[in-house]
Structures are given as structure tokens and as C-alpha cells.
């Protein structure tokens, strides 16, 4: 694995949402939400995580994201581009892009719905890290990848792939978090990518969260790292009761559709709009997550 600087790819890095008008892409909603994230102090950005629904996007829409978010955050914070795909072509095709544009690092997804064996995983990483000189997280999501990333796997790749830095744990499984950060160190990046795991992945070492909900709250979320990295545990207990009610709501219906839908009542988005097979908050949804919001104190 290579050096990274000390806190580079440490700490709240949201993954923004792709906002909608009808059905084009709207980068100046985009930009703006980039701005939020600087100004409410988050860490960094993901673009085209799976909040921002990138298997609804064409190719050419998910470069255009990453050149806005660039653009937007004009080096106030680091740009992380998730250029994974289910082909391994377009994921060749959109790390390269990253790369040239002027990304920090990437974030890429194990190959979707065909459940690669490890052998596979291992060369295909290995692959995309000999086109790209940017650091690399591998995205671990078994629930809707429909394959986990083993141990083995992760130490073959960082025997194979110099710019494996960490991976994003999309997952349950608190013993790969600790089984990884004992056999590498403090240095492997692990980002806690389920919101309701996100303290207790933080007090066992991991480096960051990747938070849908720090579109919603994103101060608060940058805070919960914070505190745990100086600490201050009690502090970040408090955090996480506090946003515990939120980071349920996420999964009240397939993400991101809770959270489009609370963006839209907070005034960060202008349009609740999805894209087939995607589909706005039905009236039961949006009536519990007007709750969440007001007990949350963000309406």
C-alpha cells in the first residue's frame, strides 16, 4: 500500500446524491449541494456512490458529475470519484477519466450480479490499479453486490495493487473490520459505509464514514467522527443517539429515496425526482419520514 498524508481520506466524506430536473441531471443543483457539503464542514465528497444512484446514469453523465464536483469544490475539500461499474470496460473507462480530471482518489465497487470468484476480484483490481496512479478504495457492499470480499482477498490485492489503500465496508461484519486493521495496520483506510454501524466501526479504528445521512446532517456526522477520533467517546455515544433515529430512516425504503425525499423537505433539493425503476416516497413513507425530520430538529 502506499503513504498517504496523515489525514487525507480520514472523516466524514458524504456521498452526494444526483439531483433531477425531470429527467436531465442538474449540475447547478449539484454544484450547490458540493458547496453545502464545504461549508457544513464535511471532510470530503463522494461522487456517484450508490446514493447517487450511478447504475441509473449513462457513462457520460457520471464523468459530467465528477468535472461538476471537481469544479464545485475547487480543491476546499478532497473529491473521491466512485468509478465502479458492473463492465469492467466502463470501470476502465470512468477511472481513467477520474484520474485525468483531476480526482483524489476512487472508490470502486466489486463487480455486481455476476458474484465473481476471489481470484477474479484479485485480478480485476489489480487490473484498474496498474491504469491509475490515484488511490484506491474497494467498495465492499454484499448486500446488493451479491459478493464478499474475504481477508485473503484484501491481502493479495495489497501485495498486487500498490494503490490499495482501504476499503469502504458496506457490511455488518465488525470481525473483517478488525481481522483488516490487525493485519495491516492503522494506515489501511476502512470506511464505514452502513449508517447505524458507523460508531462503533469508528471505535475500532476505522478511518472515516462514507454517510448517506451526511447529506442531511452533515455537520453532525463530521462532529461523530471528531469525537472519536480525539476521545471524546462519551461524546460520540451522544452523537450516535442522536442520529440513530436518522440513519434508520435511510433504510425505510431502498436508499436513496428517503433521502431525496427529506433533501427535498429541508430545501436542499428543488425536485424529489428519480429515474425508473426508482420512484419518489409514497405517502405513507413521506408522512413517517416528516416525523424523522422534525424529531431530528431539521425542518
Request: aromatic share 6%; with cysteine.
Amino acid at each position: 500500500m502506499i503513504a498517504l498524508p496523515a489525514q487525507f481520506l480520514r472523516g466524514s466524506y458524504p456521498p452526494l446524491v444526483t439531483p433531477f430536473r425531470g429527467d436531465r441531471v442538474d449540475c447547478d443543483a449539484y454544484a450547490s449541494l458540493v458547496d453545502f457539503q464545504v461549508r457544513e464542514g464535511s471532510h470530503g465528497i463522494v461522487v456517484n456512490g450508490t446514493t447517487a444512484e450511478p447504475s441509473l446514469l449513462s457513462v457520460a453523465e457520471r464523468k459530467r458529475l465528477c468535472e461538476v464536483a471537481l469544479q464545485a469544490a475547487a480543491r476546499r475539500l478532497p473529491v473521491v470519484v466512485a468509478t465502479g461499474s458492473q463492465s469492467h470496460a466502463e470501470t476502465v473507462e470512468l477511472t481513467e477519466h477520474a484520474a485525468a480530471v483531476g480526482a483524489d482518489a476512487l472508490l470502486v465497487v466489486t463487480p455486481y450480479y455476476v458474484r465473481p470468484p476471489q481470484r477474479g476480484l484479485v485480478e480485476y483490481f489489480a487490473d484498474l490499479a496498474r491504469r491509475s496512479p490515484l488511490p484506491f478504495l474497494l467498495y465492499h457492499i454484499p448486500g446488493r453486490a451479491a459478493v464478499a470480499v474475504t481477508l485473503d482477498t484484501l491481502s493479495a490485492l495489497a501485495e498486487r495493487a500498490p494503490t490499495f489503500v482501504g476499503f469502504k465496508h458496506a457490511g455488518d461484519d465488525l470481525g473483517l473490520v478488525t481481522e483488516a486493521l490487525a493485519r495491516f495496520g492503522s494506515e489501511l483506510r476502512v470506511m464505514a459505509g452502513l449508517e447505524e454501524l458507523s460508531f462503533p466501526m469508528l471505535a475500532l479504528g476505522a478511518a472515516g464514514l462514507i454517510n448517506a445521512v451526511g447529506n442531511l446532517a452533515p455537520r453532525k456526522v463530521a462532529a461523530l467522527y471528531r469525537a472519536v477520533a480525539e476521545g471524546k467517546l462519551a461524546e460520540a455515544r451522544r452523537l450516535h443517539f442522536d442520529l440513530f433515529e436518522l440513519n434508520r430512516a435511510v433504510f425505510l425504503d431502498t436508499n436513496p429515496i428517503p433521502i431525496k425525499y427529506m433533501m427535498k423537505r429541508m430545501g436542499l433539493l428543488a425536485e424529489n425526482a428519480h429515474r425508473l425503476p426508482m420512484m419518489p416516497a409514497a405517502p405513507e413513507l413521506a408522512s413517517r419520514l416528516d416525523g424523522v425530520l422534525e424529531r431530528a430538529g431539521l425542518l
